[in-house]
DNA sequence: TATTACAGACAGACCGTCGGTCTGTCGTCA
DNA sequence: TGACGACAGACCGACGGTCTGTCTGTAATA
């Protein structure tokens, strides 16, 4: 194999690149470091010259991830425009066009989201994005107590909650795309958006706000995921 | 090695005991199946007599967690006794006992949840125990919103987001072990209560019943369970 | 400008260990 | 006594990771 040396970050970004791919196609445990140098057309050295470890190389994905997505509602943040239940509103706005975003690339993932070998890769993700993007969501929490619209005892630990009940979307997502293409794919939709609907509601009730005063999703959402998903299985 | 012929399913539940200890003390990944060989003295064809692979070991523990787990709340639900609210306030109270009885075998589990190697192990736990017991928790419900009690368009839906608060729970509990021994220790343990505080407040509101009706932990419980696996510590 | 020296960027043979297989043996019961 | 379940343990391919060596861009020196 010939030598192509090349600009140290880029290498490196590459390398994340194909892992992710990878990763996210087969999980991590079933991708082998082999099938990384395979796809980037790297040695083993040289792999080992940018990670100590395959370990390492997840958690370099995993922190870019979450990264890349605090970046996507981070200005959001920053900006006060508005009281906090707006501001809440576009937060979770932004959060459900991401995930939108972003379905294609991890269809492959749900297909399989049951399989082992996805849940820690899943599960590392979700946790360094909740502790990326919880202390923003605490913020905006917290201005809503002081505006006295949001009767919350506690905004840190509102926020985790509300954010594990974001994390756990997936879960319920994948049991719907799990179920498509059989006969029951029309109740598992059925199932999810309710599912969907009630997460909206039990953050208005969390949060003490009357119900619908939060816009978790928009009708016919799953539908549309759906579709995203099997256009892009094809 | 000599040979010594056992009853088979003794046989095979020690070696679940046997795999089951070293899956928490260092997590799936982290095990050998030489480590369990050597910790029951058995021989690999032995092994894989009872067992096809590793994962089949984990597949099964995990399914004698999660019915252990519903035995022991499986009587609450069973015999109709009493209103929907007092009902799941008992459900709660088995479930809080439940995580004290077994919180010293996950002593060391929780001294490393944030280690990878577990993450796997717990989610899998997590997801079966869901399965069982969400059916059961979504049948309370579904009475609590016959007796007119509970103001939930849809039971399901709420048991599966009530339980996933519960699953959360281990997170939150894992980050406070962490921080024992540390200076901000105390601060991690009043973190701690608040937020299993406010998951109660949170059940609550997402079953629309007036704040404080759901009793899901008792004052000091926190400080009673640091106890607990301090003392299995040393 | 030509030469040299050096450090970083790789290549790829190699190693120990892992999960899993396979063949054979022992004990038990029909 | 033979057949079958319950093992024993040598063995295998593949994996993650190491090690030594080589190539190349660059900067200092003359």
Redesign the interface.
């Known amino acids: 194999m010939p030598r192509t040396p090349q600009n140290p970050e880029r290498r490196r970004d590459q390398l994340l690149d194909c892992a992710q791919t990878l990763f996210f196609e087969q999980g991590y445990e079933a991708t082998t470091v082999n099938h990384i140098l395979q796809r980037s057309g790297l040695s083993k050295g040289g792999f080992y010259h940018y990670f100590a470890s395959k ?1 390492d190389v ?1 958690e370099a994905i995993v922190a870019r991830v979450a990264e890349r997505s605090v970046a996507q509602v981070n200005d959001l943040v920053e900006q006060d425009n508005g009281d906090a239940l707006t501001r809440l509103n576009a937060f979770l706005r932004r959060s459900r066009q991401l995930k939108l975003e972003t379905a294609p690339q991890l269809r492959p993932l749900f297909s399989v989201i049951f399989s ?1 070998g996805h ?2 890769l899943f ?2 993700i979700n ?1 360094a994005n909740m502790t990326l993007v919880g202390p923003l969501l605490a913020r905006l929490i917290q201005q809503g107590i002081e505006e006295g619209r949001f009767q ?3 905004a ?3 926020a ?2 509300i954010m ?2 974001g994390a ?1 979307t997936y ?2 997502v994948g049991r719907a795309v799990y179920a498509q293409g059989t006969p029951e794919a029309k109740a598992a939709n059925q ?1 999810l958006e ?2 969907l ?3 909206g ?2 953050i208005d ?2 949060l ?1 706000l009357p119900d619908g005063s939060i816009r978790y999703i928009d009708p016919g959402f799953v539908e549309a995921l759906m579709r995203l998903l099997d256009d892009t299985a094809e």
């Open positions: 370990e997840l082992p849940q820690s599960h590392r946790q919350v005892p506690d840190t630990a509102a985790e909650i594990q009940l756990s879960d319920a199932a309710r599912r609907q009630f997460q509601l039990a009730r969390i003490g």
